[in-house]
Nanobody, 115 residues
Framework: QVQLVESGGGLVQPGGSLRLSCVAS????????MAWYRQAPGNQRELVAD???????NYSDSVKGRFTISTDNAKNTLYLQMNSLKPEDTAVYYC?????????WGQGTQVTVSS
């Protein structure tokens, strides 16, 4: 099993930036897919961005050009740089990994965009 711990959420004004981090530990060998999801109140959890191992990142249309997903393999960490934040980006953001068909989720970190 993989343990995932997110951090970096908070309250930010529209137009501001945040960087989310997700540190992976445990049985991380073989992780071949990492992603960020988000869930706003009353909505289903949605994919924000993902990055397959050795592949190119992908983004939802709603965040393309504003968010950047990246990894630091030496630190076993997944990042999500969020720029030009909008009130509609307000949600709990979750880190997700898949290892040989088994998926694991972090506990989530709250991002609130409000003036």
């Amino acid at each position: 099993q993989v343990q995932l711990v997110e951090s970096g959420g908070g309250l930010v004004q529209p137009g501001g930036s945040l960087r989310l981090s997700c540190v992976a530990s445990g049985s991380i060998f073989g992780i071949n897919y990492m992603a960020w999801y988000r869930q706003a109140p009353g909505n289903q959890r949605e994919l924000v961005a993902d990055i397959p191992r050795g592949g190119s990142p992908n983004y939802s249309d709603s965040v393309k050009g504003r968010f950047t997903i990246s990894t630091d393999n030496a630190k076993n960490t997944l990042y999500l740089q969020m720029n030009s934040l909008k009130p509609e980006d307000t949600a709990v953001y979750y880190c997700y990994t898949n290892r040989n068909g088994y998926g694991d989720w972090g506990q989530g970190t709250q991002v609130t965009v409000s003036s």
